[in-house]
């Protein structure tokens, strides 16, 4: 097992903890039951047919962007863009049935893979917009451009869906306070000091990458914060609805879903992530918390918000069964 640093809060799963929550699982051979809130332990592929029509509010995509990574028990190695495009195809149209008419589809990728993603994207579904967002971690370049930014596209169904603007606008200093008439003109002060709410736009600054004394962190190599997938979340779907997400990872989507009362079917291959999301889906049962939302708004990175009544929120929600 690897050697930590004593005050390292990574989320691992010990070998005891993997014989325990490996029974928890679900693999293609099970599923003619209820699949809802539950991990499943196999390919895609395998799992697809057995979804059920029209029963998901929501799809969240963050497939294995193309470069040479490592996942454990599968290596992702970079193929040509039309074969990249066309296999990222197949994945979408697998699961494409699971969609309702109101549906969302949020589909996570890079610089070199976003233009092959919308493509797909633009011949199956309706294109809304294209989020970039701050990935501020990672070494520096000496002779390019360092890599600190990715693309989400947003996509639906139709032209009936899901936008909760209210549920994901930010709360930002104001560093000069204008008022009119003496009085504050679109900004409110508190204890914390002068703040303006503002509407979401598609470039997110306000991320945090999961690190080592954070307890959301993992050893995934690809793991998404959760105040990411909170943003898309609660955007996109009300309390109840279900979210998809076929490429789960170490959990982050099932985590959070759970924490906002939302149900969710989260598919994955490698056991061991299975169970570190199901480690950390446990964990959700007493921590509502999500950093950098708190008071049913999302902060300013580094803002240094106090999460205390967030998690009472959450907390005091009923459970969705």
């Not at 890599?147 to 899901?162: G, H, L, P, Q, R």
Request: charged letters at 30%; one cysteine or more.
């Amino acid at each position: 097992m690897k050697k930590r640093a004593k005050n390292n809060r990574t989320t691992f799963v010990t070998e005891d903890e993997f014989q325990s929550l490996r029974k928890r699982l679900l693999t293609s051979k099970m599923l003619n039951g209820d699949i809802f809130n539950k991990t499943i332990h196999s390919q895609l592929g395998e799992v697809a047919p057995h979804l059920p029509d029209a029963s998901v509010d929501l799809l969240f995509i963050d497939p294995p962007y193309n470069l040479n990574k490592d996942f454990g028990n599968n290596k992702f190695r970079i193929k040509k863009a039309l074969d990249y495009e066309k296999l990222f195809e197949e994945w979408l149209l697998s699961i494409k049935h699971t969609l309702k008419p109101t549906s969302s589809v949020y589909v996570c990728c890079d610089w070199k893979t976003s233009q092959m993603i919308f493509n797909v994207l633009d011949k199956h579904l309706k294109v809304r917009n294209r989020i970039s967002w701050e990935r501020e971690k990672g070494r520096g370049a000496l002779s390019n451009w360092k890599n600190c930014s990715e693309d989400i596209w947003f996509a639906t169904v139709s032209d009936n869906y899901k936008f909760n603007v209210d549920a994901v606008k930010l709360k930002k200093k104001v560093i000069a306070p204008y008022r009119e008439d003496g009085v504050a003109k679109d900004w409110t002060e508190d204890d914390d000091g002068k703040f303006r709410l503002t509407h979401p736009s598609n470039l997110w600054t306000d991320i945090t990458i999961p690190f080592w004394s954070m307890p959301e962190n993992t050893d995934h190599p690809t793991q998404k914060p959760e105040k990411l997938v909170a943003k898309i979340i609660l955007a996109s779907t009300d309390e109840g609805d279900v979210v998809l997400d076929p490429f789960l990872g170490s959990g982050t989507t099932s985590v959070v879903a759970k924490k906002l009362n939302r149900k969710y079917i989260g598919i994955e291959m490698n056991e061991e992530y299975c169970c570190l999301a199901e480690k950390r889906i446990g964990f959700a049962e007493g921590d509502g918390t999500i950093q950098g939302y708190a008071g049913g708004v999302f902060w300013e990175r580094n803002s240094g918000v106090d999460q205390t009544e967030n998690a009472k929120q959450s907390a005091n929600k009923p459970k969705l069964i």
